[in-house]
């Protein structure tokens, strides 16, 4: 099992930056990827950001590419995302989430994902 904890999220004004933070807890020796994914009132659940466990890659949805960074620290086994340039549209709870098999390799999917966070609020006013 893994656990994970996000944190970081908050109410901030178009235009300005938070960062999330996800901890991660438990066997994660298996993890082959991390990745965050955000779900707005009445939407479904959407890819934003991944990363391979051993940071030699970054995937990032059309929407935030350029505006939100992807990062981890392994030593603390947590993962962060750096959201700068907000956007009402931004708005929604970012979850986190741990890929434990390489396969499928697409890191989009929210069904490849295995353990996943409670979430973490993101608002942004206009």
């Known amino acids: 099992q893994v656990q994970l904890v996000e944190s970081g999220g908050g109410l901030v004004q178009a235009g300005d930056s938070l960062r999330l933070s996800c901890a991660a807890s438990?066997?994660?020796?298996?993890?082959?990827?991390m990745g965050w994914f955000r779900q707005a009132p009445g939407k479904e659940r959407e890819f934003v950001a991944a990363?391979?466990?051993?940071?030699?890659?970054?995937y990032y949805s059309d929407s935030v590419k350029g505006r939100f960074t992807i990062s981890r620290d392994g030593a603390k086994n947590t993962v962060y995302l750096q959201m700068n340039s907000l956007k009402p549209e931004d708005a929604a709870v970012y979850y986190c989430a741990v890929k434990r098999s390489p396969f499928p390799p697409s890191p989009f999917a929210a069904s490849s994902y295995n353990f996943w966070g409670q979430g973490t609020q993101v608002t942004v006013s206009s």
């Open positions: 438990g066997r994660t020796l298996s993890t082959n990827a």
């Open positions: 990363i391979l466990w051993d940071g030699s890659r970054t």
